[in-house]
T-cell receptor
C-alpha cells in the first residue's frame, strides 16, 4: 500500500511550547516526494514544504523545522515556540504514481490548537 | 498570478438537485486536479486533467459525477442527483508544465446537501 499515517489526531498546547507532528509514509517508489500543508479554518491548503527522497537533509524555516528519515519512513514537522496563529489542521502528503498519473495521497491530518 | 479560484465558496442544496462547481487554475498551469475532503479526513483524489484531457478518474467518482475542462483552462465539476453523502469540501489544484509537483490549491467549495 502507498499511504501516509498521521497517528496523532489532535494536540493542544500553550503558546510558546514546542510541538512535533508525526508523519509516517509507505511507498513502493524509489523516488518520491513528501509534503506538509496547513489548513486554517477558512479551508484553503497552504503549502509549507516539499521534500524529495534524495534529499535527507533536515530543513529549518523560521520557527518550522522538518526531520526526514528514510530509515524509519518518517517526515516529522516541529513548530518551535508555537503561536496562536499556528492553530490549524496540518496534513502530511505523498505523491504516488497509480492508474497512470501522479496524485497526492494525504494523511488524515492533525488538528493543532495553540492556546494563549 | 491570482492563484486558483473556486466558485462558489459555499453551496447548500436539497437532496436530489444537481450542482456545478467551477475552478479557474493559474493561467499557465496545464495540470488540474479535483479532490474531495470530508469532515475529519484528508483530501482524496477525484480526477486529473492534463490540458483538456481527463487522464484519470478515481473510483470515488460515481456516474453521478462528471468533470470537464473544455478548453484546457477552467474546469467544472457537476454532481447530479446529490445525496447527503456528497456533503464535503471540493478542492481544486493546479500545477505548471515545468514543475508537476508544484501544486497550488484553491480555497475550495463547501457543499452541504440537506
Amino acid at each position: 500500500a502507498q499511504k501516509v499515517t498521521q497517528a496523532q489526531t489532535e494536540i493542544s498546547v500553550v503558546e510558546k511550547e514546542d510541538v512535533t507532528l508525526d508523519c509516517v509514509y509507505e511507498t513502493r517508489d524509489t523516488t518520491y516526494y513528501l509534503f506538509w500543508y496547513k489548513q486554517p479554518p477558512s479551508g484553503e491548503l497552504v503549502f509549507l514544504i516539499r521534500r524529495n527522497s534524495f534529499d535527507e537533509q533536515n530543513e529549518i524555516s523560521g520557527r518550522y523545522s522538518w526531520n526526514f528519515q528514510k530509515s524509519t519512513s518518517s517526515f516529522n514537522f516541529t513548530i518551535t515556540a508555537s503561536q496562536v496563529v499556528d492553530s490549524a489542521v496540518y496534513f502530511c502528503a505523498l505523491v504516488i504514481t497509480q492508474g497512470g498519473s501522479e496524485k497526492l495521497v494525504f494523511g488524515k491530518g492533525m488538528k493543532l490548537t495553540v492556546n494563549p | 498570478d491570482t492563484g486558483v479560484s473556486q466558485d462558489p465558496r459555499h453551496k447548500i442544496t436539497k437532496r436530489g438537485q444537481n450542482v456545478t462547481f467551477r475552478c479557474d487554475p493559474i493561467s499557465e498551469h496545464n495540470r488540474l486536479y479535483w479532490y474531495r475532503q470530508t469532515l475529519g479526513q484528508g483530501p482524496e483524489f477525484l480526477t486529473y486533467f492534463q490540458n483538456e484531457a481527463q487522464l484519470e478518474k478515481s473510483r470515488l467518482l460515481s456516474d453521478r459525477f462528471s468533470a470537464e475542462r473544455p478548453k484546457g483552462s477552467f474546469s467544472t465539476l457537476e454532481i447530479q442527483r446529490t445525496e447527503q453523502g456528497d456533503s464535503a469540501m471540493y478542492l481544486c489544484a493546479s500545477s505548471p508544465p515545468r514543475d508537476a509537483y508544484g501544486y497550488t490549491f484553491g480555497s475550495g467549495t463547501r457543499l452541504t446537501v440537506v
